[in-house]
T-cell receptor, first 110, second 112 residues
Framework: NAGVTQTPKFRILKIGQSMTLQCTQDMNHNYMYWYRQDPGMGLKLIYYSVGAGITDKGEVPNGYNVSRSTTEDFPLRLELAAPSQTSVYFC?????????FGSGTRLTVV | QKEVEQNSGPLSVPEGAIASLNCTYSDRGSQSFFWYRQYSGKSPELIMFIYSNGDKEDGRFTAQLNKASQYVSLLIRDSQPSDSATYLCAVNGEDSSYKLIFGSGTRLLVRP
């Protein structure tokens, strides 16, 4: 039981490049979330999903896309990376009353 | 815009003291309230949750909720240097998505 697994752990992107942040959970949780955390700040919700095939926008969705074809996987796509997307990205799934977080992806856009 | 406010700190307390962390929220419909601890460079981990007015105790931690004042707090008794971290308050709204709105966190430093 690995919990929530995120890959990669670190990535440097050039402006205008695209990439996909991977998130997988093996707990059969329906609810999954993507957050970003800027230095010294709390977490801001980017997108969330309440089950396979169902996604919705959070507070800061611009510049991102998601898909949820299976219960296990919830990838986050960055199109046309911008310096403002430099952040730490956390994926989480809902467990009871709280979330289980992945270990995060630290992304730098230069 | 639903908001969760926390004092950024740092809150500095001596080892063995009680640390008191506070949080206010704007949405009166909020149902559940969470405290997460986040060590530098790590992901948040759940410490406590509370959904009824009053106090909830778990070991050295006590969460306090006052819905009328829209206020939630976390007390850490017998603070240890290992408690030094950022504490994030999070609030769950009324809808069925269970989205959490996070505060920006309070940094706690426990001095040996």
């Amino acid at each position: 039981n690995a919990g929530v697994t995120q890959t990669p752990k670190f990535r440097i992107l050039k402006i205008g490049q695209s990439m996909t942040l991977q998130c997988t959970q093996d707990m059969n949780h329906n609810y999954m979330y993507w957050y970003r955390q800027d230095p010294g700040m709390g977490l801001k919700l980017i997108y969330y999903s309440v089950g396979a095939g169902i996604t919705d926008k959070g507070e800061v969705p611009n510049g991102y896309n998601v898909s949820r074809s299976t219960t296990e996987d919830f990838p986050l796509r960055l199109e046309l990376a911008a310096p403002s997307q430099t952040s730490v990205y956390f994926c989480a799934s809902r467990q009871g009353y709280g979330y289980t977080f992945g270990s995060g992806t630290r992304l730098t856009v230069v | 815009q639903k908001e969760v406010e926390q004092n950024s700190g740092p809150l500095s307390v001596p080892e063995g003291a009680i640390a008191s962390l506070n949080c206010t929220y704007s949405d009166r419909g909020s149902q559940s309230f969470f405290w997460y601890r986040q060590y530098s460079g790590k992901s948040p981990e759940l410490i406590m949750f509370i959904y009824s007015n009053g106090d909830k105790e778990d070991g050295r931690f006590t969460a306090q909720l006052n819905k009328a004042s829209q206020y939630v707090s976390l007390l850490i008794r017998d603070s240890q240097p290992s408690d030094s971290a950022t504490y994030l308050c999070a609030v769950n709204g009324e809808d069925s998505s269970y989205k959490l709105i996070f505060g920006s966190g309070t940094r706690l430093l426990v001095r040996p």
